[in-house]
């Protein structure tokens, strides 16, 4: 089973920051936060990936917290195209994928 | 970089066939690949993890005998649904991953990236 706690859905305004929180409050020291996202009907994507430090990358910002349980992931300026369902996993190699939040994106 | 393909993208088998999924690493080698399945509203489930040239590891419930996984190569790994039944149809999906970094006598972590998937229907 999954071991982080994500809300089902959220909604976002298109140009809009998204802010998605995760819970991973049983999180292990050597297990980082992987952020994926899958588009209706394709292979999931990778976003970011971060240990305790935030991270940023081209696509996303991830803020984790000091006593890593939680992070949430942003996106600066949401479009119609990042829609879809976003995984967050604690993890070191394997992957346990979760129900995830499904993001909706509106124009 | 980093783009992992899959063939077929969809296939339809009848009942007591065999379908191969092949999966490949098209810019990189992976040392390791996973095969997960994915039923139609659910989240992805990891099948097995494959590594270059030894056995492939299956997880809990999954039937070896079943879901045959080749890794011939660092960067291709085969996924064979024996006898296939309706109950087999689903969304298979891979993933590559990259070689761990040694930085600092400490490996560090890899990310998977995954195939588009191929749908597979048994009727």
């Known amino acids: 089973d999954a071991k982080t706690t994500q809300p089902t859905s959220m909604d976002c305004a298109e140009g809009r920051a998204a802010n998605l929180p995760c819970n991973h409050s049983t999180i292990s020291g050597n297990e980082y936060v992987y952020w994926y996202r899958q588009i209706h009907s394709q292979g999931p994507q990778y976003i970011i990936h971060g240990l305790k430090n935030n991270e940023t990358n081209e696509m996303a910002s991830l803020i984790i917290t000091e006593d890593r349980k939680s992070s949430t992931l942003i996106l600066p300026h949401a479009t119609l195209r990042d829609t879809a369902v976003y995984y967050c996993?604690?993890?070191?190699?394997?992957?346990?994928f979760g129900q995830g939040t499904i993001l909706t994106v509106h124009p | 970089g980093a783009v992992v393909s899959q063939h077929p993208s969809w296939v339809i088998c009848k009942s007591g066939t065999s379908v191969k999924i092949e999966c490949r690493s098209l810019d990189f080698q992976a040392t390791t690949m996973f095969w997960y399945r994915q039923f139609p509203k659910q989240s992805l489930m990891l099948m097995a993890t494959s590594n270059e040239g030894s056995k492939a590891t299956y997880e809990q419930g999954v039937e070896k005998d079943k879901f045959l996984i080749n890794h011939a190569s660092l960067t291709l790994s085969t996924l064979t649904v024996t006898s296939a039944h309706p109950e087999d149809s689903s969304f298979y999906i891979c993933s590559a991953s990259l070689p761990f970094n040694l930085a600092g006598g400490v490996f560090d972590v890899y990310e998977q990236y995954f195939g588009p998937g191929t749908r597979l229907t048994v009727t």
């Open positions: 996993i604690d993890s070191y190699g394997k992957l346990t």
